[in-house]
């Protein structure tokens, strides 16, 4: 009998928790002192969508503990994107096409960019895209 956990999007109140337990978890295997989790970066993670679920929570802050310079991770120190989540649309919401389409581009240069640690050339080549197009895509939706 199988048994599927929902994802870590519909659980937000497990976040703080499994959050910690990544970081203790990091800290022991880096051997860097690290500790804590600032709130603004916290407010992030709240707000990210996480469509890896808990696997791209462990690697965001291990990824963070490793590569950050404070004694507690910022926001700074998490992936490229992370909290800047797109709000689902409901069907109470009123979308223009437009807006929907420029949504799922964000979406896609975002996650693009996650996978590629923001290497902006990489993130272009994941799409299929040539760079120069790819930084006028970002620009255009507001991506930095």
Do not use: C
């Not at 800290?27 to 808990?54: C, F, H, Q």
């Not at 690697?59 to 404070?70: D, F, H, P, T, Y």
């Not at 797109?86 to 581009?105: F, K, L, V």
């Amino acid at each position: 009998m199988p048994i599927t956990p929902p994802p870590l999007r519909e659980r937000n109140e497990d976040i703080p928790i499994l959050a910690d337990f990544f970081l203790r978890k990091s800290v022991v295997a880096t051997r860097r002192s690290v500790s804590g989790i600032s709130t603004e970066a916290m407010a992030k993670m709240l707000v990210y969508d996480w469509p890896g679920n808990v696997r791209e929570l462990a690697n965001a802050i291990e990824r963070a503990v490793v590569l950050g310079s404070e004694k507690e991770i910022t926001a700074t120190d998490l992936p490229y994107g992370m909290g800047e989540a797109i709000a689902p649309t409901t069907e109470s919401q009123e979308i223009t096409y437009h807006d929907g389409i420029n949504n799922a581009r964000k979406k896609l240069v975002v996650n693009a960019l996650n996978k590629t640690n923001g290497n902006r050339a990489a993130a272009a080549r994941l799409l299929g895209l040539e760079a120069k197009y790819f930084l006028r895509l970002m620009k255009s939706l507001g991506i930095e």
